[in-house]
C-alpha cells in the first residue's frame, strides 16, 4: 500500500518562509515524478510544482518564490517556499506517479497525501 504523508504547514506572517516535506512508503519514486498541488476553500485543486529526475516544473504564481526539490534515496520531496503572501493559503497536497514527465495536471498523479494546511496571515 503506497503512502503520502506530508508535514511542514502552519501559519506565518506574509513575506514569511515555510518548507513542506512529503515522505512516500509502499513504493519508490525514484525514475517517476513527485510534486505539490494545493487547494483553497471554494476553489479547486491546482498545480504548484513538481520534479521528476530530469527536470522541475512550476506554476507562474509561484515561480521564483518557491522550490522543490527531492531525495531519491530517502524517498521524499520538499517544497520551500519563500515570500509567501495570503493568496497562498491553501492546503496542499503531495502527489506522487511512476511517470517520468512532470504534468500540471491532477489527473496525470496516481498516489495523493491528505494534505497539509499553510496559512499566510496578512
Known amino acids: 500500500q503506497v503512502q503520502l504523508v506530508e508535514s511542514g504547514g502552519g501559519l506565518v506572517q506574509a513575506g514569511g518562509s515555510l518548507r513542506l516535506s512529503c515522505v512516500a512508503s509502499?513504493?519508490?519514486?525514484?525514475?517517476?515524478?513527485m510534486g505539490w498541488f494545493r487547494q483553497a476553500p471554494g476553489n479547486e485543486r491546482e498545480f504548484v510544482a513538481a520534479i521528476s529526475w530530469s527536470r522541475a516544473l512550476y506554476s507562474d504564481s509561484v515561480k521564483g518564490r518557491f522550490a522543490v526539490s527531492r531525495d531519491i534515496a530517502k524517498n521524499m520531496v520538499y517544497l520551500q517556499m519563500n515570500i509567501l503572501k495570503p493568496e497562498d493559503t491553501a492546503v496542499y497536497y503531495c502527489?506522487?506517479?511512476?511517470?517520468?514527465?512532470?504534468?500540471?495536471?491532477?489527473?496525470?498523479?496516481?498516489?495523493w497525501g491528505q494534505g497539509t494546511q499553510v496559512t499566510v496571515s496578512s
Open positions: 502527489a506522487a506517479d511512476q511517470s517520468s514527465s512532470p504534468s500540471m495536471s491532477p489527473i496525470s498523479y496516481e498516489y
Open positions: 509502499g513504493r519508490t519514486f525514484s525514475s517517476g515524478t
